[in-house]
Structure formats: C-alpha cells, structure tokens
C-alpha cells in the first residue's frame, strides 16, 4: 500500500485516478452497445429470459390404441397426416402448441421435455376416447371405389403434362379420395408409384 505526506505525489495520484477514470468512461461510452449484447448474452444463458418453444401434435388409432406423434418439424408431421391413409391411419388434424419458458444454461432438454408432454396432453384433451370410438366405426365401414373411374379420367388429362403444381394436386387428390373412404386400398394400389408420389411418371 503507498502512502504518502507529500503534497506533489497526492496530486501526481490524484491526476492518475481520473486518467483512469475518464478512460474508463469514455471506453464504456464508446463500446456501450458491445457491453449491452455481452450482458444480454450472459443473461440468456443463465436463463433470465423466456424463450418460444413450438411442438406440434397428432393422435391416430392403430390396433385399437391410441397413438400420439409430437415433432417439432411441422412438414415432416403435415407429411405423415397427408400420407396416414395409406397406411390405414386416419391421424386428426396437426395440433400446434407455444409455450414460453425460461431455459437455463444446460436445461434445453428438460424444458423441451416438458413442452412435448403438455402437447400430448393437448392432443389428448382435444381428441378424447369418445371422438376415437366413434372415428373407430367409420374406419370399419368398407371404403368403396367410387372415385376410381373420375380419377381416372383426370389422369389421362394430366399425362403429358409438366406442370409441376397440377401433378402434385392430382397426387394430393388421391390421398383425399382414399381418405374419403371413395377409393379403396386396393384400389390406391393399382396407381403407378410415380402418380402417387408426384402426380406423374
């Protein structure tokens, strides 16, 4: 520790300490927006902020159970509702859920987990035993072939046709009618794999 009686070096140090001071001021002054994004970094980390977490949801019935299928990829679910059908699945319509929550450097995961069950709790309480009873005795009902012919008609309007959006309607018409229950899985069967995915070959 310096002390000192000597008029001239308690100036000397006071003139220092506000060099130092001033230095100080103007840095903070000058890097203000740099200090700020580092506090709010640090602030993130530590969780101190909410963030948005989306999940999305679908139930379907499969050997008399109730199945539930939570993804955060909204595509990739759309995708499997679009296409239930040709697996003999009639998923419910795509559920979306936000949540808000602080999340804690290291507790992603745990936040995330807890987001996916209230969104299996929200399918459930939205699609209850009752809907899948009564979606149950539809699904029993035999599916008729009744579009096949109009469909097929379409198609041969359609062949030699390029147009990218016409092909991919016409496919997602077949997943509709097959959906319907107005035509068949054998009858769905019978259309080239290149119709059914593309809506050409």
């Known amino acids: 520790m310096f002390e000192t009686n000597n008029q001239a070096d308690i ?6 300490d506000g060099v130092i001071r001033k230095s100080a ?5 000058n890097n203000k927006d740099l200090v700020a994004a580092n506090d709010f970094t640090l602030a993130l980390k530590l969780g101190c902020f909410d963030r948005e977490i989306t999940y ?3 139930a379907y019935l499969a050997d008399g159970a109730v199945n539930y299928r939570i993804s955060a990829k909204e595509l990739e679910l759309r995708q499997f509702v679009e296409k239930g059908a040709v697996h003999g699945l009639v998923p419910t319509p795509v559920l979306r859920l936000i949540r808000r929550y602080p999340v804690p450097s290291g507790q992603e995961d745990d936040v995330k987990a807890k987001v996916i069950k209230e969104t299996g709790r929200a399918v459930r309480a939205l699609y209850n035993q009752i809907f ?3 979606l149950g005795q539809l699904q029993g ?5 009744a579009a096949y012919a109009g469909l097929t008609a379409i198609r041969d309007d359609l062949i030699g046709c390029y147009d990218e959006r016409e092909l991919q309607l016409f496919a997602g018409l077949l997943l509709t009618a097959l959906d319907s229950r107005v035509l068949s899985l054998q009858g769905y069967g019978r259309w080239p794999v290149g119709w059914k995915i593309h809506g050409g070959k």
């Open 141 to 145: 009902l035999p599916a008729t072939n």
């Open 132 to 134: 899948f009873h009564a």
């Open 56 to 58: 999305y949801g679908t």
């Open 11 to 16: 100036s000397a140090m006071l003139q220092k």
């Open 25 to 29: 001021s103007m840095y903070f002054e």
